[in-house]
Nanobody, 122 residues
Framework: VRLVESEGGLVQAGGSLRLSCAAS????????MAWFRQAPGKQRELVAT???????NYADSVKGRFTISRDNANRRVYLEMNSLRAEDAAVYYCKAEVVVVTIESTTYVGVWGQGNLVNVSS
C-alpha cells in the first residue's frame, strides 16, 4: 500500500485547510488511519486517529478545531483544519495501519505518506 497526500499550503491564522490522503497499490485491508505532524526542531506528534469503524481521537491541542474523517470505499482519509494557529504549522503526515494476513498470522504494518508542509501566517 502506498499513501499519497494532497499538497499542504500557506494559510492565514484563523483560516482553514483540508488535507487528504489516498491509499493505492495492494488491496490489503486498512485498519486505523491517522494524521501526524512534525514542526521544525520538534518530534513528530499524533494529531488525530480514526478507526475503520469511524471512531476518532484527537490531540488536546486540536480538539474542537480539527476533524478527521475517512472514506473506506475509496481508501481515503481527510483532515479538516479550522481556526488554524501559528503553532499548527508543520509537515503533516498521514499513516495507515495495513493488515497483512498470512496462513500463520495477522500483522499490522504502518505505512506513511510523504508529508506535506502546512504554513500558517500570523
Amino acid at each position: 500500500v502506498r499513501l499519497v497526500e494532497s499538497e499542504g499550503g500557506l494559510v492565514q491564522a484563523g483560516g482553514s485547510l483540508r488535507l487528504s490522503c489516498a491509499a493505492s497499490g495492494s488491496s490489503n485491508d486498512i485498519n486505523d488511519m491517522a494524521w501526524f505532524r512534525q514542526a521544525p526542531g520538534k518530534q513528530r506528534e499524533l494529531v488525530a486517529t480514526i478507526t475503520s469503524a469511524g471512531s476518532t481521537n484527537y490531540a488536546d491541542s486540536v480538539k474542537g478545531r480539527f476533524t478527521i474523517s475517512r472514506d473506506n470505499a475509496n481508501r481515503r482519509v481527510y483532515l479538516e483544519m479550522n481556526s488554524l494557529r501559528a503553532e499548527d504549522a508543520a509537515v503533516y503526515y498521514c499513516k495507515a495501519e495495513v493488515v497483512v494476513v498470512t496462513i500463520e498470522s495477522t500483522t499490522y504494518v504502518g505505512v506513511w505518506g510523504q508529508g506535506n508542509l502546512v504554513n500558517v501566517s500570523s
